[in-house]
């Protein structure tokens, strides 16, 4: 959880840089380009008053960018009136000329030729005045500029990564302690329970024989106490797990083993169970799927989905169970019942300690503790659980595990 949460802020904190670094290069980006053409737009405006006779002829300035000036006359006779265009000839005015008719808009960019163009209207004596002013130095700027931004914004980004990496480390830190502390309480008071419900369950089973109560009725008062004192060993032991598998510290052995063989065993266990609960198995199961894991966790895991599909099934619905292999994923096990459709909100909740889907349902034994531990085994084996449910009721638990050697069959 503590790894979580420390992502969890790191994420959050590079989105907000990764929109601020990307808002603050595109504004440069746009206010460059927009000072670009406003300037390259003003030396074309004053291009195309030049020798034009008016009662307020523009101010002299300073010619900034180069620029082409064609008049053509009413025969379409084109002259040029200025060049400071490099590689430009006069020759290539009639071209260019073409170009922009072609584009039928009074203003523009040649992108080909690296050009901004304006077109003016009929002068009284009917010429038409065409300039063009060269944006190659322009666009060659913008182009770099892109290119500084992203190699600056890459190297802030990694810094601020680096930044917010520790930075979370330092957040999480209480959260941490208060994590550890209640990790460890619940170990400490789970293994400190054990030795005294182990007594009380030992001495129960001696004080229900005959012989030591002849009364009957204190027999059942001691019989109650003691199913009582199961359950509790159970509630402890399995918070007992969850807290190994919070510290790390779960002791699994792994080697390499029959998936197939303990799936088989779960499912010849539970069968009996399920007929005299008056419901239906199905299950098909590969033979000989290998992986590494600890055999007694697998079991367990195996025992809660199937524990969990005959306490959450319809009265005489259906429960299938299948194994298969597969080299792209590895080794999947499905547990399938027909039952009460859950919720997208019953999902995201499902695999969290304490919850119950169905409150409603109390004669249902267990403490909601079930998913947790499977969730751990599947996690400590280096695989995922997810759960799907259709709309008709069959909610699907799913587990791929990383898949050994197949045996030869």
Not at 31 to 53: C, I, V
Not at 152 to 181: D, H, M, N, T, Y
Not at 241 to 266: E, I, K, M, Q
């Amino acid at each position: 959880m503590i790894k979580k949460l420390r992502w969890k802020f790191i994420t959050i904190t590079m989105i907000i840089v990764t929109i601020l670094l990307v808002s603050i290069f595109v504004t440069l980006y746009y206010s460059t380009k927009t000072g670009y053409r406003q300037r390259s737009m003003d030396a074309l405006h004053t291009a195309l008053k030049e020798d034009f006779p008016a009662n307020n002829p523009p101010p002299p300035r300073r010619e900034e960018t180069p620029v082409l000036i064609a008049d053509v006359g009413t025969d379409g006779t084109v002259t040029i009136t200025k060049n400071r265009l490099a590689d430009t000839d006069s020759s290539d005015a009639g071209a260019l000329i073409s170009l922009v008719n072609e584009k039928r808009k009074p203003a523009g960019i040649l992108e080909e030729q690296h050009l901004r163009y304006l077109r003016g209207n009929k002068s009284p004596d009917g010429r038409i005045r065409y300039v063009f002013s060269d944006i190659y130095a322009e666009q060659n700027s913008l182009r770099r500029q892109i290119v500084y931004s992203a190699v600056i914004g890459f190297c802030a980004f990694a810094a601020f990564f680096l930044f917010s990496f520790f930075l979370s480390g330092w957040a999480v830190k209480p959260v941490e302690r208060a994590w550890e502390q209640q990790r460890q309480f619940v170990a400490d008071a789970s293994h400190e329970l054990k030795t005294p419900l182990t007594v009380i369950l030992s001495n129960a089973g001696i004080m229900s024989q005959p012989d030591v109560v002849p009364d009957e009725a204190n027999r059942l008062r001691i019989e109650r106490i003691r199913a009582e004192a199961e359950r509790m060993k159970q509630l402890v032991e399995s918070l007992l797990t969850l807290a190994r598998s919070d510290s790390g510290n779960a002791s699994a052995a792994f080697r390499p083993l029959d998936f197939s063989f303990v799936v088989n065993s779960s499912i010849m266990t539970f069968e009996p169970l399920i007929f005299e609960m008056g419901k239906r198995i199905s299950y098909e199961v590969d033979n000989n799927i290998r992986i590494s894991g600890d055999e007694k966790k697998l079991r367990q895991l195996a025992d809660i989905l199937l524990d969990n599909a005959c306490k959450y099934s319809l009265e005489g619905g259906l429960i299938t169970v299948g194994l298969t292999a597969s080299s792209g994923r590895g080794a999947v096990l499905s547990v399938a019942n027909e039952g009460k459709a859950l919720t997208e909100h019953e999902i995201k909740q499902l695999f969290h300690r304490f919850y119950r889907a169905d409150p409603s349902r109390s004669d249902v034994a267990g403490y909601g503790l079930g998913l947790s531990i499977a969730e751990s085994i599947v996690k400590e084996h280096g695989g995922e659980i997810r759960v799907e449910s259709e709309e008709k009721g069959v909610n699907r638990f799913t587990v791929v595990l990383p898949i050994g050697d197949l045996i030869e069959k």
